[in-house]
T-cell receptor, first 115, second 111 residues
């Protein structure tokens, strides 16, 4: 069964460093998303991406964050200068159509620890 | 104010008992999804409900979408320890292109 894959599963980084989280969405999906979940808290939307551009972003997704689809298969989330409060699980998701028409499938997540 | 409120927040029951988890909103949703999440893993899609009043069954799990499409429930019959996890409802808010997640219900089934 097709699935969303994320790498790495765990990333430890020093405060102020840049990190890139990688995702391979399901191959025939056109819409891509990043979410985060701080330990013990709810799943929070960061950004949605369609047709090589951001379609929506939350207030969490500030100038320190960026997304890119560098080739036909990968979807990346970059955090330019990590802060302690960026420590969280980051989930990538994809859907065939937009959120109003289809359902999203999630990857296993990347646990980001900023020290 | 949360767009999707789930109740209860925590639930601990004995194996074999029945339970119901609720997902409520003051807004109309075009669809709602239910996910189950285990610690350290991503949400796994269980079901999507689309039509008001719709009922879907997945083995011992019964999902219902409210007639007005503002609420949904998940009923588990004869809960088993393997049902333990975080149950999340999610759906597209009235505007935008995202899946908004509810506050979650953490279920523990004690053997």
């Amino acid at each position: 069964e097709p699935e969303v894959t994320q790498t790495p599963s765990h990333q430890v980084t020093q405060m102020g460093q840049e990190v890139i989280l990688r995702c391979v969405p399901i191959s025939n999906h056109l819409y891509f998303y990043w979410y985060r979940q701080i330990l013990g808290q709810k799943v929070e939307f960061l950004v949605s991406f369609y047709n090589n551009e951001i379609s929506e972003k939350s207030e969490i997704f500030d100038d320190q964050f960026s997304v890119e689809r560098p080739d036909g298969s990968n979807f990346t989330l970059k955090i330019r200068s990590t802060k302690l409060e960026d420590s969280a699980m980051y989930f990538c998701a994809s859907s065939v159509g937009g959120a109003r028409n289809t359902e999203a499938f999630f990857g296993q997540g990347t646990r980001l620890t900023v020290v | 104010t949360q767009l999707l409120e789930q109740s209860p927040q925590f639930l601990s029951i004995q194996e074999g008992e029945n339970l119901t988890v609720y997902c409520n909103s003051s807004s109309v949703f075009s669809s709602l999804q239910w996910y189950r999440q285990e610690p350290g893993e991503g949400p796994v899609l269980l079901v999507t409900v689309v039509t008001g009043g719709e009922v879907k069954k997945l083995k011992r799990l019964t999902f219902q979408f409210g007639d007005a499409r503002k609420d949904s429930s998940l009923h588990i019959t004869a809960a088993q320890p393997g049902d333990t996890g975080l149950y999340l409802c999610a759906g597209p808010p009235p505007t935008g292109n995202q899946f908004y997640f509810g506050t979650g219900t953490s279920l523990t089934v004690i053997p």
